[in-house]
Structures are given as C-alpha cells and as structure tokens.
C-alpha cells in the first residue's frame, strides 16, 4: 500500500477516534498532492483538513495544499448546512401535505459521524409511496425544485444552488435480489417525533439498508473508502441490537459479505490486526476499494453489467425493462400491464428529453464492457461474500 494511502488512512483513524493518542507525524517527503488527490476522490477531504489542523506547522503541507483543503472545507461545511436544512424543510411540508416520507442513506449516516460535514453526500434521498406522486410532485414545484430526470426507481430534482434530491418509489430496484425483503418496508417503519406521516427506520433496519446499498454499490463499479468509513461508524454506536441485525444479513445472505468489510473497516481505522488467513483477502478487497473513488468505476461498471447479461441481453434490456421494473416509473401499469409497449414509448420519449447523459452512458457500457474481466470481477465478488 502507497505511504500516501496509509497516511490518508491513518488521518481518518485519528479523526474518528480522536480520544486515543496523537496523530502520527507524516513523512518529510509525502507527496500531500496526491493524498489530497486521492482524499478528493473518495469525498473525505474534510477528514485531512482536520487532521491537518492538529499538526505542528513544520508537519503541514504547504500554503497551496492547505489553501486546497480550506476551500474544499468551506464549500463542503456550505453543502452540508444546506442539505441538513433543506431535507427538514422537506420532511416538513411532506408532513404538512400528508405525504408518507422516509429520509435514508446519507441523510441519516451523517448524523452518526463526530461532524456532519465528515460524511459528504451527492444527493437527499427520501422514499414515497407512489400512489402520491402527484402531490409529491407538487410539493416539489411549490419548494422551488426542477424535475430534471424522471427514473424507473426514483425522480431526481434540483434546486440551486447545492440541492439535489432523489426521491424513491422503492428502497431497491424492481430486479434486485433484496426487492421482496423491501416490499413491507412500510408496515416496518414508525413515525417520527411529533409526526404522522413522516416515517423512520429503527437504527438496525437503517443499517441493514445501508450494507444493502453497499453491496449493491460494491458489484455495480464499486464503493469507495467513505463506504468503509460508514461500516466503522455503525458498527462503533451504541443501542444497537447486534443479534437482530446478524439473523437480518443472515437472511439476505449479506452476512459474510459484513464480516469480510467489518474486518477490513477495523485494520484501516480500529485497533485489530487482521489474522494471516484473512489478509489475502483482505489486501484484495483494499486494493479494489482504493482504486475505486466514491462510487467505483464506469470500467467496472460495464464490464460486470456485459458480463451478467451479454451485450445483446443488456442492450434489449436496457432500451425495453420488463414489466416489473416499469411498474416502478408507471404505477397504471399494475392496472393495465397490456399497455407495457405504451410505457415503453413514452419512457423512451421522456429519456431523449431528460436523460442523454444516461442513454449515452448506457450506450458506453455495452461498446466498452470487458466481458471476461467482469467475470473475474463476479469471482471476486463471491469471494467477499456475495
């Protein structure tokens, strides 16, 4: 492993346990440039700035690095303030509206993190039922949000300058092998403080979600270090009911898959040392989990996508989903699934308007797919528990 990449690792060791000793001082000669590089790819830059901010002054990179940091810092406490705020304000008016809502993923970690600034996110997700989708959708209009992409799963929307928010018919894809675990999702939730309609997960079955997420992530391009960083967050709380959540990944087959990145998550950040017989794989899964920047890689992405399929399966799936995957987008085709080559149409009409950038990414996957390097891929997968 790169001495950039121990140290990076090393800052965020510190940060997330700040109670236990001091920082270990850099190497005179570390190349802060490309463990900033590197820290801004994964969307933890936050974690060297106040890593950094502990040091002596002779131990800092210089004026243009700290420079660097400070406006990532900035721009990211901004982000953070705005996302916080703006997912109340949404919760709000879906309360007011008699929306059913959940907040999930990152707009529920970040609050787990020593500062909510320390767990960056691209996007507010909320889950709604889709039987409300036009208030939903006149809620967002009367919030000021743009419907920029209309999706099979969710709808994304914008509102300058800093939010975006997905907002989901379902917590997985109509295809994903999680999908029937999610159907009562709703029947499992309970309403927060002071709210009706305004839902939340217990902190077991929010975890349990976020590994579901991970995982999907993680054979979909991959995960990045920040996703590591989220495992070592929850498995360090408190009030957790640790026997729940094993019989839980137990029955969704996630459970090695768990114990494989908990072990991984405690050599980077904790105090355990992984055994000889787990390093191999663990080295493994660092390797791949380092290259891949947040959110993993399109190569990777294509070359598993290809591989799952075969490039003529994926195309046709890709332009004409199945029935079960369009009911996501068009809820009247439960009541009339004769009018799936309608729904076929209007989506596709919808995706020339809204979506190139995802048709042309669609496209890339299946010119550019390794067909036997996603095979390898899969193997690996396996191997990590999945």
């Known amino acids: 492993m790169k001495r950039e990449v121990q140290y990076l690792l090393e800052i965020i060791k510190y940060i997330l346990n700040k109670t236990k000793g001091e920082l270990m001082v850099p190497a005179k000669d570390m190349d802060w440039g490309q463990l900033i590089q590197l820290a801004k790819a994964h969307s933890i830059l936050n974690f060297v700035y106040y890593g950094v901010d502990c040091m002596s002054l002779e131990h800092r990179p210089d004026d243009v690095q700290c420079r660097v940091m400070e406006q990532g810092l900035i721009s990211s406490v901004v982000r953070d303030y705005h ?31 020593p500062a909510t600034d320390l767990r960056t996110m691209g996007d507010i997700d909320i889950l709604y039922q889709p039987q409300q989708d036009v208030t939903v959708k006149k809620v967002m209009k009367q919030l000021g949000y743009e419907e920029c992409v209309e999706g099979r799963q969710h709808d994304s929307y914008f509102r300058k300058p800093y939010l975006a928010v997905e907002m989901h018919r379902d917590l997985v894809e109509a295809d994903s092998r999680y999908n029937s675990y999610y159907e009562t999702i709703w029947e499992r939730l309970t309403p927060k403080a002071n709210c009706q309609y305004v839902q939340e997960m217990s902190l077991e079955d929010e975890y349990i979600y976020t590994l579901v997420h991970l995982a999907r992530h993680f054979q979909d391009g991959g995960i990045g270090i920040r996703f590591v960083i ?81 490039r003529v399966r ?69 191997t990590c528990g999945l």
């Open 83 to 113: 996302q916080l705020e703006g997912a109340k304000e949404l919760l709000d008016a879906f309360e007011e509206a008699e929306v059913y809502a959940l907040a999930v993923k990152g707009i529920c970690t970040k609050y787990h993190y």
């Open 314 to 382: 994926f195309l046709w799936k890709a332009i004409f989903p199945d029935l079960k995957n369009m009911r996501s987008m068009f809820v009247w085709l439960n009541k009339w699934p004769i009018l799936l080559p309608y729904a076929w149409v209007l989506r596709g009409v919808r995706s020339v308007k809204s979506r190139r950038s995802n048709i042309k990414s669609q496209i890339e996957k299946y010119k550019n797919g390794d067909e036997e390097y996603g095979k390898e891929l899969q193997r690996f997968f396996e």
């Open 230 to 310: 989220d495992v070592y967050v929850y498995n360090h709380l408190k009030d957790v009911d640790w026997q729940y959540v094993e019989v839980e990944l137990k029955k969704l087959q996630l459970w090695e898959f768990y114990e494989n990145l908990s072990k991984l998550a405690e050599w980077w950040f904790g105090e355990k040392i992984p055994s000889q017989a787990d390093k191999e794989l663990l080295d493994k899964l660092a390797t791949y989990i380092i290259a891949n920047g947040t959110f993993g890689t399109q190569k990777n992405a294509a070359a598993v996508s290809v591989a799952k399929t075969g």
